[in-house]
């Protein structure tokens, strides 16, 4: 038993129901599931918000979603989840609350932060809202070209300098939200150390003109410390100025006010958010500061009330009719009893282009795990390699796989009714040729072309084979009316909750990321050895190797 007074997750009863459930079920075909129930198609769809999720071309019965809604119930997903609004430290192994939902909380909430000594906490809502008008005013002054860089000219470019969690959220919603900018201010994105991402964000820039956004949560994070440091370089040579011009050019998002002060960063200029926000978690917290320069801090809001609709219908919707329970149990359901090792999402928007990779560190950083929250190997599977780009660019490269492949690749397709506002009208009429896509491929997924039907079109017998589609591939598709800040933040918020209740059933801290620290510890030690020929202790002869190849071609 843990914690939540649950055992092993495959030593429960409802998991040992589903298993034979899975059995029974067999090769069960969605034609069948179809054939079987006229309404299925109805019947299995769910609303929130904006979204409308149909789950119908799901390899489930009602049964099915039964014993998984019972496995959830046994779980404590319900428990967990309530832990988790209420500000209990449910990341263990950081001893954190998990928090992300008290950014979008309205001004008059109270969420406080478990003080873990019995006492109550501290209500963290005024706190948010305190940098959320920070971060609004300071916007504002930016895009109307009040703040004015060292020389007295008005900020046109903002550059955001940040990785993982401090560069995906808010690049993926700027790409998400384009419609939605002033396209007067040039708002670009540096996140590799590779020095060419830099070296290209800052072509034609304007150091007078341009201000650094350096957005990190811990503010040690390599790669973020050393593309700032050389921005700074960058900017103090172009203006020909000195350490003073900084404070007009940068600006920290940031938990570590003393690492901020170092970098020559006014700790005026520097927006806080706080330990219990995840950086996977956090582009509606401070991390989201280029978004609100670029699309207002109205815009922002509205995103934010997004997130709060799903954060709501989480916590109170009953389980038949809860959108990210529903897309966490399928999930379950795959990865546990049909060994399917990934997970494509296909948003049929352009704009949507920067969301499956968003989601990558969303999902995958959260529930990469391989012990539970005791500490013990997991002997199930949990989270899926997750992967796709924007439709239909996709059709043309690996759906292939997708349709007539060996594996089983559950997907998610998502689309708009309406195209994004402001498309010249004979552009927003292809939208529908977009979306018949988005349909057809959902229906050739599931259903698939038969023998008799390829036969019957006067196919070559030889030909027939190979002109066949099983179908009884899994999809869920959610359409939502247009992509607008709001339905953006219910998106994520959907996926966010859906993730959670992933990690809950699994029983693994989806709230850590242990898993890539030994990669920036080795990088540390490696680095002499390719600068300065130092002899690097405990090198594997792979690495030795290569590390010596390296030095020679660079003619050291
Ligand atoms: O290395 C992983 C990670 O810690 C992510 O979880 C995080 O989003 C990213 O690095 C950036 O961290 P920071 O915001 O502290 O620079």
Excluded at 78 to 100: K, P, Q, S, Y
Excluded at 308 to 330: I, Q, S
Excluded at 522 to 546: F, M, N, Q, Y
């Amino acid at each position: 038993m843990n914690a939540e007074g649950r055992g092993r997750l495959d030593r429960m009863p409802q998991w040992q129901a589903l298993a034979r459930h899975r059995e029974e079920l067999g090769e069960v075909h969605l034609r069948e599931l179809f054939a079987a129930d006229p309404r299925r198609g109805e019947r299995y769809g769910v609303r929130v918000g904006d979204l409308y999720l149909d789950y119908s071309r799901n390899l489930v019965t009602d049964e099915t979603l039964r014993l998984l809604r019972e496995l959830a119930e046994a779980a404590g997903v319900a428990r967990l989840r309530e832990a988790m609004f209420r500000g209990e430290r449910i990341n263990t192994t950081e001893d954190r609350a998990v928090l992300h939902t008290a950014l979008r909380a309205p001004r008059d909430a109270v969420v406080e932060v478990d003080a873990g000594d019995g006492e109550g906490g501290e209500n963290v809502v005024p706190a948010v809202h305190a940098v959320l008008d920070r971060m609004s005013a300071f916007a504002e002054a930016v895009r109307a070209g009040k703040w004015a860089g060292h020389t007295g000219l008005p900020i046109r470019s903002v550059v955001n300098i940040g990785i993982g969690g401090s560069d995906l959220g808010p690049a993926m919603a700027y790409e998400a939200l384009r419609a939605y900018t002033d396209r007067e201010l040039d708002v670009r994105f540096v996140s590799n150390v590779d020095g060419a991402d830099l070296h290209e964000a800052l072509q034609g820039l304007d150091p007078a003109r341009t201000l650094f956004v350096v957005a990190s949560k811990t503010f040690t994070t390599i790669e973020t410390i050393t593309n700032a440091t050389s921005a700074r370089d960058w900017l103090l040579a172009g203006l020909g100025a000195g350490r003073e011009a900084v404070a007009k050019h940068f600006v920290a998002l940031s938990t570590n006010a003393e690492a901020v002060a170092e970098f020559g960063i006014d700790t005026t200029n520097m927006f806080e958010f706080w330990d219990w926000v995840g950086g996977r978690y956090s582009y509606d917290s401070a991390i989201g500061l280029s978004l609100m320069i670029a699309i207002g801090p109205d815009r922002f809001r509205e995103m934010l009330d997004g997130f709060r609709t799903v954060d709501e219908h989480f916590r109170t919707a009953p389980p038949e009719e809860n959108a990210p329970l529903l897309l966490g149990l399928l999930g379950v359901w795959y990865g546990g009893f049909f060994g399917a090792q990934s997970h494509a999402v296909l948003p049929y928007s352009h704009y949507l282009s920067k969301f499956t990779a968003y989601l990558q560190q969303l999902d995958m950083e959260s529930n990469g795990k391989s012990v539970d929250r005791q500490g013990e190997p997991v002997s199930w599977q949990t989270g899926p390699v997750v992967w796709g780009t924007p439709g239909t660019n996709g059709q043309h490269a690996y759906f292939q796989l997708l349709h007539q492949g060996t594996r089983l690749i559950p997907a998610d397709l998502i689309g708009f009714a309406r195209p994004v506002a402001g498309l010249e009208p004979a552009l927003a009429a292809q939208h529908d040729l977009l979306m018949a896509n988005l349909f057809a491929q959902g229906q050739a997924l599931a259903f698939g072309k038969t023998e008799e039907e390829v036969r019957a079109e006067g196919v070559a017998e030889e030909q027939v084979p190979h002109r066949t589609f099983r179908g009884n591939r899994p999809t869920t598709t959610i359409l939502a009316s247009e992509l607008t800040p709001s339905v953006l933040g219910q998106l994520v918020a959907l996926y966010e909750h859906k993730v959670f209740v992933q990690g809950a059933v699994w029983d693994i801290d989806s709230f850590d990321q242990w898993g890539v620290e030994l990669g920036k510890v080795l990088a540390k030690r490696i680095e002499p050895a390719l600068t300065e020929g130092a002899e690097v202790e405990g090198l594997d002869t792979s690495t030795a190797a290569l590390v010596a190849r390296y030095r020679s071609l660079r003619g050291r």
